[in-house]
């Protein structure tokens, strides 16, 4: 059963636009939202995290926005950069279950010129 | 402040053997926790230890498959009798005592497989 449903699967933005990737869950349990960027050959590297008691988070030009009644949540990504070019993994967690992180299954995001 | 070590970072190994996976988690760091990444998809959690404890390894396949970390060194993960199906990047993930769930990442390693 898959807990994450992260889409879309691939992404194409023109640089300068707003990249916008959206994540659902399905256990109301999770109380920890993190988004991961991976690189080709690299590990996942944390890029901003939120807990359900706010509606969003900002951290330069990268979004959080959380929806607890709809059980979703997003990554915007403003002014859109070529070297944002990754795929980005969104994931939850939930504080009593030892935080193992549960996974969505990636979006590859491409920042044309 | 160095971050999460792996090594090594590339892993062939023929059908049958074992391959050992180390990771040494960021200073301070005493959660750690593994990750499997199968091409093309996302990365499934395997287990969590803390020093000398297995906390959760319900994401571990039942045979084969062993984890440790130790009180001294590096934690290990353990794939006896590897197939071509474990072929995978393996990620380690560390975190700090009483943290709310931020994890670290290692580099990966990618074990191969023939």
């Known amino acids: 059963q898959q807990q994450v449903k992260q889409s879309p699967q691939s992404l194409i933005v023109q640089k300068g636009g707003i990249s916008i990737i959206n994540c659902a869950y399905e256990?109301?349990?999770?109380?920890?939202f993190p988004w991961y960027q991976q690189f080709p050959g690299k590990g996942p590297a944390l890029l901003i995290a939120?807990?359900?008691?706010?509606s969003e988070k900002k951290e330069g030009r990268f979004t959080i926005s959380f929806n607890k009644s709809a059980k979703q949540f997003s990554l915007h990504i403003m002014d859109s950069q070529p070297g944002d070019s990754a795929t980005y993994f969104c994931?939850?967690?939930?504080?009593?279950?030892?935080?193992?992180?549960?996974f969505g299954t990636g979006t590859q995001l491409k920042v044309e010129l | 402040n160095a971050g999460v070590m792996q090594n090594p970072r590339h892993l062939v190994r023929r059908r049958g053997q074992e391959a050992r996976l180390r990771c040494s988690p960021m200073?301070?760091?005493?959660?750690v926790y593994w990750y499997r990444q199968l091409p093309e998809e996302g990365l499934k959690f395997m287990v969590y230890?803390?020093?000398?404890?297995?906390?959760?390894e319900s994401g571990m396949p039942k045979e084969r498959f062993s984890a440790e970390f130790p009180k001294e060194g590096p934690s290990i993960l353990r794939i006896q009798q590897v197939v071509r199906g474990d072929s995978a990047a393996y990620f380690c993930?560390?975190?700090?005592?009483?943290?709310?769930?931020?994890?670290?990442f290692g580099p990966g390693t990618r074990l191969t497989v023939t």
């Open positions: 200073k301070g760091h005493s959660h």
């Open positions: 256990n109301t349990a999770f109380d920890y």
């Open positions: 939120i807990r359900p008691d706010v």
């Open positions: 230890l803390q020093k000398e404890n297995i906390i959760d």
């Open positions: 993930a560390s975190s700090p005592p009483g943290t709310g769930g931020e994890q670290y």
């Open positions: 994931a939850a967690s939930r504080t009593g279950g030892g935080n193992k992180l549960t």
